[in-house]
């Protein structure tokens, strides 16, 4: 069974400095990569995905990601004291019907 | 654009209580989910939808019933409610069963046993 971790738990950065956040997946035929935003009390949002190998920027969100290493990455430019939040990675692969299996997501602070 | 609405925000029940929340979407999509959202636990799948009247069981579909007469809306069963149970249930939609496609979520309901 498909296993997502995330780290650090936890980030504390200051306004525009950048924020990165990490996330592990064990299945290797894993084909899709999403990062998503929550906000407390929110519902999730959408930043970026990705399908293959290298990086993909969607505004001040970049992801990362190295499928031999089983790893994809969230980096986020000049981050505003507003995207604080927890940053959950998902996983799913094509035979899945899109099932996403996520992490237990990074609480960011972004400190003004 | 469109949007999911989730009801109630707050259902409070007692222990045993059958308890049913509801889920619409006016995106037109196929596919839909219900997820558990727990602390320190991450999302979980509970049931999913690929069309109208399909059910398809999730990794924690034990305690829980779904119903999907209409593709607009997906209602969640609790069948009977535990003092456990307390969490956030998320509901999504997607264009349809393909991966890649977006999963838009609602903002969730609270579920709270006394």
């Known amino acids: 069974q498909q296993k997502v971790q995330q780290s650090p738990e936890s980030l504390t950065v200051s306004e525009g400095a950048m924020a990165s956040l990490n996330c592990t997946f064990s299945d290797g035929t894993s084909d899709n990569f999403r990062w998503y935003r929550q906000h407390s009390g929110k519902g999730l949002e959408m930043l970026v995905s990705?399908?293959?190998?290298g990086e993909k920027e969607e505004g001040r969100f970049t992801a990362h990601l190295n499928r031999a290493s089983l790893h994809v990455s969230l980096h986020i430019r000049e981050p505003q004291p507003s995207d604080s939040a927890v940053y959950l990675c998902?996983?799913?692969?094509?035979?899945?019907?899109?099932?996403?299996?996520f992490g237990k997501g990074t609480v960011l602070l972004v400190s003004p | 654009g469109g949007i999911i609405t989730q009801t109630p925000k707050f259902l409070i029940g007692q222990e045993g209580q059958k308890l049913t929340l509801k889920c619409q979407q006016n995106f037109n999509h196929d596919t839909m989910y219900w997820y558990r959202q727990d602390s320190g636990k991450g999302l979980r799948l509970i049931y999913y939808s690929i069309t109208e009247n399909d059910l398809q069981k999730g990794d924690l579909s034990e305690g829980y019933d779904a119903s999907r007469e209409k593709k607009s809306s997906f209602s969640l069963t609790v069948t009977s409610a535990q003092k456990n149970e307390m969490a956030v249930f998320l509901c999504?939609?997607?264009?349809?069963?393909?991966?890649?496609?977006?999963?838009?979520f609602g903002e969730g309901s609270r579920l709270i046993v006394v």
């Open positions: 990705i399908f293959s190998d």
């Open positions: 998902a996983v799913s692969m094509d035979s899945g019907y899109n099932k996403l299996t």
């Open positions: 999504a939609s997607s264009p349809d069963k393909h991966s890649g496609n977006t999963l838009y």
